[in-house]
C-alpha cells in the first residue's frame, strides 16, 4: 500500500494544495484495514512525502531543495539559480560588535576584537529556506556594513572588493528543534526539525576569513555527502 501510495503521490496527485483521499476512503478503495492504512501513511509522512495539516487532510509535501552546501564553497544566490530558483534576502541585523569567546576562537581573534555580525533571512522562489548569523572580522573588510549586502553576494564582495579569496570551508551538522524565533523566521511549527550549520570559511593561506551559524528548515532541504575511500 506504501509503494502504491507513493506512486499515487508522485505520479497522479499533481495538486499539490488538495489532500488526498482520507483513511476512510483508501480503505474502503483497497480493502484494507484503517489501522494498515493510517500506518503506510505515516511512514510516508516520516519521511517527507506527506504531511498532515488538523481539520484539514493530508497533503503532498512540496520536492526538498537538493542543497551542495556540504560539498562545494559557493555563495547561496548562485547555489540556488544553478537550481533555477530565484534568491532573495531579508537583512535582518548588521552591526559591528564585539567578538566573543566562541566567535573569537573561531576567527582566531583576541577576545573584544571588532566584528560584523549580519543576520540575514534568505528565500528560494520567495520561500524562508534558511535563517543565518555570520561574523566577519572587521580589520578584513572594513566599511562592509555600508554595502548592499540585500542584493550584492557577500562572497562576491569580499573577493572583488577586497581581494580575499575564499578557498576552503570546514561545516559541521547537527539536528536541533525550532525555538520560537527560528519557527517565526522560517514560518514553520514551534519544534519543528531543523538543520543547524556552523561553518568557518578560511582563506588561501588558512586564515579564518567567516564564522557562520546557519538555520535551514528541515522540511524544504536535503543535504547530499560525497565520501571516498582513502585507501583508493
Known amino acids: 500500500l506504501k509503494e502504491i501510495l507513493l506512486e499515487y503521490i508522485t505520479k497522479h496527485h499533481t495538486d499539490i494544495d488538495q489532500p488526498i483521499p482520507t483513511e476512510v476512503e483508501l480503505s474502503s478503495h483497497f480493502n484494507i484495514s484503517r489501522p494498515t492504512v493510517r500506518q503506510a501513511i505515516n511512514e510516508l509522512v516520516v519521511e517527507g512525502y506527506l504531511y498532515r495539516v488538523k481539520g484539514k487532510g493530508t497533503f503532498i509535501s ?26 532573495s534576502t531579508k537583512i535582518l541585523s548588521l552591526k559591528v560588535i564585539k567578538s566573543d569567546e566562541k566567535v573569537s576562537e573561531a576567527l582566531n581573534l583576541p577576545i573584544e ?24 572580522p572587521y580589520e578584513k573588510c572594513p566599511g562592509i556594513i555600508t554595502k548592499n549586502l540585500e542584493n550584492e553576494s557577500l562572497y562576491k564582495i569580499l573577493e572583488n572588493e577586497y581581494g580575499l579569496t575564499l578557498a576552503s570551508a570546514t561545516r559541521t551538522l547537527e539536528s536541533v528543534l525550532a525555538g520560537e524565533y527560528e519557527a517565526k523566521l522560517l514560518q514553520i511549527e514551534k519544534g519543528a526539525p531543523i538543520q543547524f550549520f556552523e561553518s ?13 551559524l546557519a538555520k535551514y528548515r528541515g522540511d524544504r532541504n536535503k543535504f547530499t555527502f560525497e565520501l571516498k575511500r582513502k585507501d583508493i
Not at 570559511?201 to 567567516?210: C, F, M, R, S
Open 62 to 87: 512540496k520536492p526538498k531543495i537538493k542543497q551542495d552546501f556540504l560539498q562545494i564553497l559557493d555563495s547561496f544566490n548562485n547555489e540556488m539559480q544553478k537550481k533555477g530558483l530565484t534568491p
Open 113 to 136: 576584537s571588532d566584528v560584523v555580525q549580519l543576520r540575514r533571512l534568505r528565500f528560494a522562489n520567495d520561500e524562508p529556506i534558511v535563517v543565518v548569523v555570520t561574523y566577519l
Open 200 to 212: 568557518i570559511t578560511y582563506l588561501a593561506d588558512g586564515t579564518p576569513i567567516e564564522y557562520s
